[in-house]
């Protein structure tokens, strides 16, 4: 049976074990500890830069009397260090075989884990991923944790500063609601380096740049997402949110942008962002796109950017109020006064800006800018996650682009070179816009649009009526097949010329017999761009 010591426990820390690898602010609390006459234990890097500094060390070895071992692989893993954390001050028989054993306390654990993420995502070779894989430092910091009510850990260097503030007002003993909170940030992080450890194993039999079989996808998943910002509300007022990232994660995310001015973003804000960002992804030429909530009311591309935002926002002026501008170019002085002119513009994401057009458009106060370098240089995510009640849909990304090669004209009628690449802006548009979705497009601008519609003969009505007189002569774009030939149709008596549809419908014969009768051409993908 366990006896309990009686008596108040001593307060006083003697003795803390260092070993870090984001050295920041590790000397100056060093230098506190031993001004404090706290001995301080320590080995490798952290062990030479303390030394460096003027403070005295013990090193690991030393302390345990045992040699560091297998290149560093072994060094901390020594029944004196867990032992020194672990024993329960309270209790008679501990205290009696640590004395027994000669062993001594350790009150303090001060350590980071071997950057285990950051070395995945500078993409260093898998032996120097493996290498900083962290054996000794969970150990440590999961025994100090579990003993939490003895032995403080610190595991990050922003706890520094409290940790200072706390000892001071203390005694030395520090209080009960920190040491407590130190422990649950212990148990916090290494969940979080193992899901991305777990996470890096899982996805390495599948390259990123391949698409992915259900065979493929791991039996488990981690999340390891860190809060970037809280934001003000979610869709709605009365809902609350946070916007969270991908801890480890190399992929192109708009929570890397910088904004450079207007008010916080909003929880809306975010998703049309996120929205504007796959599409001006996935256009060469200079592109721009006007969305309202997170489709595009107009989208263009042209030889220069003024002119393929010009054409963008004519494209349906009216719904370009309050919009997410997208624009793939670095934003010019003649792009930014035709933006200021806009009027009211809620965003604008871009690559960067000239610094007379960040000048210009910082003038009105409410309007957000944000700056994303890495937009066209760093890849997108290859995986997609979407929330469902109680659990989560998986799929690889749609990032299929239709080449010229892949059509396949059906209609006895062929298209113009310039139909082609208008059919081809317009699908690959399409996989962007929400279904049942149809564009109609005049050259490299989408003049009219229908998204969200529960039948698709009601999208080619819409997207007709908006692109009105511009639709004669113009190509329409379908994100999947017409089950019915009457969107044909419809398409035909508003002047379309030019259809391009992924096909597969049953009554495909019929909606090419009536594109025939028309005159007009019709390609077939064979790729559909869903988007629910």
Not at 356 to 375: F, G, N, S
Not at 510 to 528: F, L
Request: hydrophobic letters at 40%; one cysteine or more.
């Amino acid at each position: 049976m366990m006896t309990m010591t009686k008596g108040k426990k001593e307060n006083k820390m003697k003795r803390a074990l260092i070993s870090v690898s984001d050295k920041r602010g590790i000397v100056e609390l060093a230098k506190f500890l031993q001004d404090e006459g706290i001995e301080i234990i320590s080995t490798g890097g952290t062990k030479q830069a303390l030394k460096d500094a003027g403070i005295k060390v013990v090193p690991v070895s030393s302390f345990t009397g045992a040699p560091e071992i297998l290149d560093g692989r072994v060094k901390t893993l020594h029944p004196k260090i867990a032992a020194g954390i672990l024993f329960r001050r309270e209790v008679e028989e501990d205290r009696e075989q640590l004395d027994s054993l000669d062993y001594k306390p350790i009150d303090l654990v001060i350590v980071n884990l071997y950057p285990f993420s950051q070395t995945v995502a500078s993409g260093k070779p898998e032996a120097d991923i493996i290498e900083n894989i962290d054996i000794g430092g969970p150990t440590l910091i999961r025994a100090a944790a579990k003993n939490f009510s003895s032995v403080a850990v610190l595991v990050n260097p922003d706890q520094y500063d409290g940790f200072v503030k706390d000892y001071k007002a203390t005694g030395g003993a520090l209080s009960p609601a920190l040491r407590r909170s130190y422990a649950g940030a212990v148990f916090k992080m290494i969940n979080e380096y193992d899901a991305a450890i777990g996470n890096y194993f899982a996805g390495s039999a599948t390259p990123a740049t391949t698409a992915a079989s259900p065979a493929e996808f791991p039996a488990e998943i981690s999340l390891h997402l860190k809060k970037n910002a809280d934001l003000r509300y979610g869709e709605n007022p009365h809902q609350v949110a946070a916007i969270y990232q991908s801890v480890g994660d190399k992929s192109l995310s708009i929570a890397d942008a910088e904004q450079l001015a207007g008010k916080e973003l909003s929880y809306n804000n975010y998703v049309d962002l996120d929205s504007v960002l796959g599409m001006i992804l996935d256009f060469a030429e200079p592109f721009a796109c006007v969305v309202k909530h997170t489709n595009p009311c107009g989208a263009a591309s042209a030889s220069t950017l003024i002119e393929a935002y010009r054409a963008a926002h004519d494209a349906d002026p009216m719904s370009a109020f309050g919009s997410i501008i997208g624009l793939n170019r670095k934003v010019d002085m003649a792009t930014a006064q035709l933006l200021h002119e806009t009027q009211f513009v809620e965003c604008v994401l871009a690559p960067d800006y000239d610094a007379d057009a960040l000048a210009l458009l910082e003038k009105k106060k409410q309007r957000r800018l944000l700056r994303l370098p890495t937009i066209g240089k760093t890849a997108p995510a290859s995986r997609w996650l979407r929330a469902v009640h109680g659990g989560f849909l998986y799929q690889s990304a749609d990032r299929h682009t239709v080449t010229e090669a892949e059509l396949n004209v059906v209609t006895k009628a062929k298209p113009t070179p310039e139909q082609i690449k208008s059919m081809l802006f317009g699908f690959q548009l399409i996989k962007h816009i929400k279904s049942n979705a149809i564009a109609i497009l005049s050259g490299t601008t989408m003049v009219g649009m229908g998204c969200g519609q529960t039948s698709r003969v009601d999208a080619v009505e819409n997207a007709v009526k908006k692109a009105g007189a511009r639709a004669k002569g113009a190509v329409l774009a379908s994100d999947a097949f017409f089950p019915m030939p009457d969107g044909v149709e419809t398409a035909v008596a508003a002047g379309v010329k030019a259809i391009i549809q992924p096909g597969g419908s049953k009554k495909d014969d019929e909606a090419i017999a009536a594109a025939d009768k028309a005159g007009i051409s019709m390609v077939m993908t064979g790729i559909r761009h869903f988007k629910h």
